[in-house]
């Protein structure tokens, strides 16, 4: 057994070392597969999230993609006993679905915040809202986008 290497299997060997290190950064993150269901189960434990109490308030149209707001509230009296303690925002159309997650705790008064966020086509917006103890609610809404924000 000869333990020499060509020129020629050198050069092949330097050719798909260049090939797959330009192969592998092109295929992430743009073609990452979303990942709202791992998301979704981390963030509720496997729990079903129950439709209401939540409330989306987002353009049934964005122009532009790189800024859409958005406002999420939930319905909850936010006293020591009963009180909303977390919202994740998720997207199911980017190529990472988290977008946003907020705190609350009973000193916040209300359980509401407002930020602009980037979605790079038309897809849905789901918020997650889980209170202190421990019941998930929810609700979506698309969001139609005409200039994605994610090189769309």
């Given at each position: 057994?000869?333990?020499?290497?060509?020129?020629?299997?050198?050069?092949?060997?330097?050719?798909a070392a260049v090939a797959a290190?330009?192969?592998?950064?092109?295929?992430?993150?743009?073609?990452?597969?979303?990942?709202?269901?791992?998301?979704?189960?981390?963030?509720?434990?496997?729990?079903?999230?129950?439709?209401?109490?939540?409330?989306?308030?987002?353009?049934?149209?964005?122009?532009?993609?790189?800024?859409?707001?958005?406002?999420?509230?939930?319905?909850?009296?936010?006293?020591?006993?009963?009180?909303?303690?977390?919202?994740?925002?998720?997207?199911?159309?980017?190529?990472?679905?988290?977008?946003?997650?907020?705190?609350?705790?009973?000193?916040?008064?209300?359980?509401?915040?407002?930020?602009?966020?980037?979605?790079?086509?038309?897809?849905?917006?789901?918020?997650?809202?889980?209170?202190?103890?421990?019941?998930?609610?929810?609700?979506?809404?698309?969001?139609?986008?005409?200039?994605?924000?994610?090189?769309?």
């Amino acid at each position: 057994m000869s333990a020499f290497i060509t020129r020629r299997q050198a050069f092949m060997a330097g050719a798909a070392a260049v090939a797959a290190a330009t192969l592998g950064q092109s295929i992430t993150p743009a073609f990452a597969a979303n990942n709202i269901d791992e998301m979704t189960k981390a963030f509720t434990g496997g729990a079903k999230p129950v439709a209401g109490k939540v409330k989306l308030d987002l353009p049934e149209i964005a122009e532009n993609g790189n800024t859409v707001p958005i406002t999420v509230s939930v319905d909850s009296p936010m006293t020591d006993k009963d009180y909303v303690s977390d919202v994740i925002i998720l997207a199911d159309g980017n190529p990472n679905a988290g977008v946003a997650t907020f705190h609350f705790s009973p000193a916040s008064g209300v359980a509401e915040a407002n930020t602009r966020i980037r979605l790079a086509n038309t897809q849905n917006i789901v918020a997650i809202a889980k209170t202190n103890d421990g019941k998930f609610y929810t609700a979506s809404k698309e969001v139609k986008v005409t200039i994605g924000g994610c090189g769309g």
